[in-house]
């Protein structure tokens, strides 16, 4: 039931701290990730693995998209991501010691399923099936499996699935990490077990968010901005905002916005950005400046140690600060409380927005 929540996908943001406790739980020892968290053979096929493929549709292939710039930057593997409809009808060539693995809420995407079902005669070393739904079809089928752990998530826009495969996805990272023998990541380790208090925080700035989607329940069009991990979480928020309030919505990493999407931005064009406190962020703020030179409506959410502060046409909603690895998950919450409060301005059927299904079983 929805209990005190108007909806099921706002009772689905505000689960997310204690699903981000679930997917954790046993995983963890001390500094260190539990390799053997992924199954009894995962120890030897990740020391196996010299680059994996990740393979996903809608939301979770964003999760995958951030997963990219994980295990490159803390794993050093390289990793292709795909949409599950374009992989499936490839040709694609998987040097030796790739791994494959889908995303999935919901364990049943036909065209996920079909990817893992044609990966399967490609000499992969083995395939991951990181799901929401014990005893699914992806689950069955994979070599390996980690549970998300979320819940039943009945909102057709997915939300604490998204976070806690992105949980999950860090701790394929620093397990595959670990068993090739390379750094613990202690850090990041311990920055997860205090994830779900940070979330918490920054849910805690909903009616702040909900006073700011005001600006936005006129407008036709928004345009979200973000840089590394964080251009996914841009994608994800577009996505969102898409599917429940029927805004048009597109996502750019912010260098590519002179390079075209410039020429949208005018007073009618509200920028969305997430700014995290990372080493890209001088290079953010010179972005920002370029759509303010234009007139553009900037909202900025933003680390509150940066110092990016209000101006004409630049609102500014401060985050908590986290160790940099996690941000993208933290800066997801922001997005999903503000699509959901334009949807409700706006009186769309937010839990089942029109011509969309919770899973998708056909092709
Ligand atoms: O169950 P899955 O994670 O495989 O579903 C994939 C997509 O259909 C799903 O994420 C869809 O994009 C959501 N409606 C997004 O909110």
Redesign the pocket.
Known sequence: SKGDYRHYMQKEIFEQPSVIQAVLEGRLSGSSVLVESFGPDAQVLFQKTRQVHII??????HAAMVARYWLERYACVPVQVEVASEYRYRHPVVPEGSLFVT???????AD?LAALRFAKTLGYVGTLAIC?VPGSSLVRESDMTLMTRAGPEIG???TK??TTQLVALMLLTLSVSKAKGQEEHASIVEALQTLSSVCEQALALDSQIEQLSQAFAEKHHALFLGRGAHYPIALEGA??LK?ISYIHAEAYPAGELKHGPLALVDSEMPVISVAPNDDLLEKLKSNLQEVRARGGQLFVFADKNVGIKPEDNIQVIELPHIHEALAPLLYTLPLQLLSYHVAVLKGTDVDQPRN?A???TVE
Request: aromatic share 8%.
């Open positions: 996903a549709c809608g939301t979770s292939y995303l999935s809420q919901s364990g049943e995407t996920t929401n057709v826009a997915s699935a998204f996505l969102k599917e969309l919770k899973s998708v």
